[in-house]
């Protein structure tokens, strides 16, 4: 076996900062270049952003070199990052506290769809070979008081050195960080370090805080709650499912043909997403918090949408394609039918979104009251997009058969999506079908709103989860469609054509929970007419938006 000669833990943090710096942050180093330009000045703030990076990464490294702690650090940075360093690479996200907790929270199903040979070639080579070496490379620590000694010293000079570039580029420097803010996201490994400190800080910050219930108040309105027949309102989530790609939004491919025939279906144009990620977007949408007040610590303990409607005297039921409903249906019946053994419609441990569907006659049949059903669908979800739907669906040819996006062409990748979307659009129609069947006796309706976007390569990104900030559109802009039934219709006292007069007004997933109290004519203080999407198109007689403002004016 080889040896290597000793080095003391001042060279060995310098070279494991140059290591970290420059083989992980390949990603950093081609953006940078991107927004700065090649040669001269570009060339010359990139170099001062590097040292300045090194800088820091030596005087962390310092502070942790110690006998017993410093390879077992740097062993898991390097593994870690390596894994980092391949999705950022290879998909384009960022690192914050929202991608972390995406992660944390998803199930095993979609990690597995995510892991390919190439993340394990970025595992072997980039973290379990340096490892070895480090391992194998014998560090001469000196006495414990000449030790503290060397790290001061190595620490005043990091620091000097950091001063004097930020000094000598001072101008450049400022304006690249205060323009450019998702730098800080890319820098590995900072930004999975920052992410996982802002991660646990939440999760402390959830325990802490008491559970709260909001509507305490809300009843429906008498002449609903005792009219005939009863209403199922079925509100489907999507999953991933971005506007850009619906056909009956516009696009240029029929995305969605069944749909399109579907009549009396309200297609809204101009909705937005709360968060780019399912973690964000479901219990914000379910909430009252809104997207610019809305905190993943305070939605964790505090009840939402489901939990108001139960109390006003609803049914409320959950049925699960997917990761799970994030903390909204915690106090409601839920069923996971995400593992179910259908030999037609489930295999490797996935089902497909017809799955939903299955039992749903037999669940309307025994309706006993009003009732809210939320169907959440596995939709869209990357990067493994070929397998959400079944093979009678991929009308859009070549399909990309891995999840190793950036090795598909671009073609491919969008034609895989167009036909989960094809699938959606079949899933969707059907289920209007069954519940037209039923609207003599039963006043049924349909929302079906997908939780965020999906990026497809546009600006190298790919998948979803971007900071909302610097979020493209396609992440954020979502289809809304609404489908009332007749008597739906006559017992909630809404009126389809109106809405089809509003499809174009701007909607975000804000509305979700005030437009849905209105709809069923719940009457509560934490109601707000305002972001009611159907108070414009409710009759006189519908009471709900006039029960709120008579509440709101008591207040």
């Known amino acids: 076996m080889f040896k290597l000669k000793p080095v003391r833990p001042e060279t060995a943090t310098v070279l494991a900062s140059v290591f970290l710096l420059v083989v992980f942050n390949v990603p950093l180093w081609q953006h940078l270049a991107a927004i700065t330009g090649e040669g001269g000045a570009g060339t010359q703030l990139a170099l001062a952003f590097a040292i300045m990076l090194l800088g820091v990464f030596n005087i962390v490294l310092t502070i942790v070199a110690f006998p017993i702690i410093f390879k077992p650090v740097l062993t898991v940075l390097f593994l870690t990052s390596a894994s980092v360093t391949y999705f950022m690479s290879h998909y384009g996200v960022l690192m914050d506290v929202g991608m972390l907790r995406n992660l944390v929270e998803t199930n095993i199903t979609e990690v597995q769809g995510l892991l390919s040979p190439m993340l394990w070639v970025y595992v072997l080579l980039l973290g379990v070979v340096p490892s070895v070496l480090l391992w194998k490379t014998p560090i001469a620590y000196r006495k414990v008081h000449r030790q503290l000694v060397s790290k001061a010293l190595v620490g005043a000079g990091s620091v000097a050195v950091i001063a004097v570039v930020a000094l000598v580029d001072y ?17 590995v490994p900072s930004n999975y370090i920052g992410a996982s400190i802002a991660y646990v800080r ?33 509100l489907v989530v999507g999953e991933s499912a971005r ?8 696009y240029e491919r029929e995305t969605t043909p069944q749909l ?16 780019t990620e399912t973690a964000v977007s479901v219990p914000c949408m379910f909430s009252n918090m809104g997207r610019k007040q809305y905190k993943a610590d305070i939605a964790k303990n505090q009840e939402g949408l489901l939990d108001v409607l139960k109390r006003a005297g609803l049914d409320v039921v959950w049925w699960d394609n997917q990761s799970g409903c994030k903390g909204t249906c915690d106090r409601v019946t839920l069923l996971d039918v995400s593992h179910d053994r259908d030999p037609a419609l489930c295999a490797d441990n996935e089902c497909g979104d017809e799955i939903l569907l299955q039992g749903l006659q037999a669940f309307i049949d025994h309706l006993s009251k009003d ?22 669906f991929e009308k859009f040819t070549p399909v990309c058969k891995s999840n190793a996006l950036d090795a598909c062409s671009r073609e491919s990748i969008v034609n895989g999506y167009d036909n989960t979307l ?34 497809l390569g546009e600006y190298n990104l790919f998948l979803h989860g971007t900071p909302y900030m610097l979020a493209p ?8 469609l609404v489908w009332l039934s007749e008597s739906y219709q006559r017992a909630l006292t809404v009126d389809s054509r109106c809405l089809q007069q509003t499809r174009h007004e701007p909607l975000s997933q804000d509305n979700l929970f005030h437009s849905v109290l209105g709809l069923l004519h719940v009457q509560t ?5 305002g972001l009611d999407m159907f108070a414009s198109c409710r009759g006189i007689n519908g009471h709900a938006a006039d029960a709120a403002k008579q509440l709101a004016a008591g207040r």
Request: proline content about 3%.
């Open 171 to 187: 101008q450049g420097l400022s304006s690249l960080l205060r323009n450019h803010h998702e730098l800080r996201l890319m820098v």
């Open 202 to 234: 939440e999760q402390v910050s959830t325990a802490r805080q008491p559970f709260r219930a909001i509507g305490e108040d809300a009843v429906r309105a008498v002449n609903v709650a005792s009219n005939a027949p009863k209403s199922l309102t079925v």
């Open 243 to 250: 506007a850009e790609n619906f056909g009956i939004l516009g």
């Open 260 to 275: 399109a025939q579907e009549q009396g279906l309200v297609a809204f144009t101009d909705v937005h997403s709360c968060g």
């Open 371 to 392: 009732t809210v059903l939320v169907l959440h669908q596995m939709g869209s979800h990357g990067p493994e997009y070929f397998k959400r739907y079944p093979k009678a």
């Open 422 to 455: 094809l699938y959606t659009d079949h899933v969707l129609a059907r289920l209007i079908d069954v519940l037209r069947s039923n609207q003599d006796h039963l006043a049924t309706a349909m929302i079906y709103l997908s939780d965020h976007g999906e990026s």
């Open 473 to 480: 559109d396609q992440q954020k802009h979502v289809p809304l």
């Open 525 to 529: 203080r934490v109601y707000d007419t």
